[in-house]
């Protein structure tokens, strides 16, 4: 049975990164956006819940730290990782506004918030989503199946056609190495920092990419 079922998950997964890799353009258009932003000055904040969040912080370290070469550290920032103000924030405020208020108090227009979800569904996302989008920043999203509420409230998301949350997780950090991947390359290149930050997309909420 073990057997089976680890099999059937490997299926799962082949299946799922099939499909994932047509979103590879996607990648690397933020790949390139975000190495135009964050050398421009602006920063990245991320955040999600209980193995997003791990896949968050994943992402900030390759880009604070490195992914494979050398080159200058970037303004990231996990929201979870900041264990006092998310617990005060959770007992003064509710669970819903943890990473929402930390948004408000880091988040400048032109930064870009990027939040990961295998539901699409959590509140205290949902609520960074709305607040980012208030402040003048991009949102983005890593979400699984669509259509789901973070797809809807972000400006552009990938979204994992997954049944299984461990798929859905394993193919974010797939997208979390592209993204590093078409990063580094930017920055490679020189193109970071070139360009202003770009114009938030309206369509592109209505669906996923």
């Known amino acids: 049975m073990k057997t089976a079922t680890g099999t059937a998950h490997c299926d799962d997964l082949i299946k799922a990164l099939e499909t994932f890799r047509d979103r590879g353009p996607v990648v690397e258009r933020w790949g390139r956006e975000l190495a135009r932003r964050l050398g421009s000055g602006a920063r990245l904040l991320v955040a999600g819940n209980g193995g997003s969040a791990a896949q968050a912080q994943h992402l900030t370290a390759e880009l604070v730290g490195r992914y494979r070469d050398d080159r200058p550290p970037f303004s990231a920032v996990a929201l979870h990782a900041d264990t006092s103000s998310t617990t005060a924030i959770a007992n003064d405020y509710g669970v819903q506004e943890v990473f929402a208020r930390q948004t408000a108090a880091h988040g400048r227009p032109g930064d870009i918030l990027m939040l990961l979800s295998t539901s699409g569904a959590s509140a205290n996302l949902l609520a960074a989503a709305e607040r980012a989008r208030?402040?003048?920043?991009?949102?983005?999203?890593?979400t699984g199946r669509a259509p789901n509420p973070l797809q809807l409230?972000?400006?552009?998301?990938?979204c994992?056609?997954?049944?299984?949350a461990a798929t859905v997780q394993e193919l974010h950090l797939v997208a979390v190495h592209m993204l590093c991947e078409f990063f580094d390359a930017a920055v490679q290149r020189g193109e970071a920092g070139r360009a202003r930050p770009a114009s938030r997309s309206v369509v592109s909420?209505?669906?996923?990419?």
Do not use: F, I, Q, Y
């Open 134 to 142: 208030r402040l003048g920043m991009t949102v983005w999203a890593l």
């Open 205 to 209: 909420r209505k669906g996923c990419t």
């Open 160 to 164: 994992v056609d997954a049944p299984v």
């Open 153 to 158: 409230g972000s400006d552009e998301s990938l």
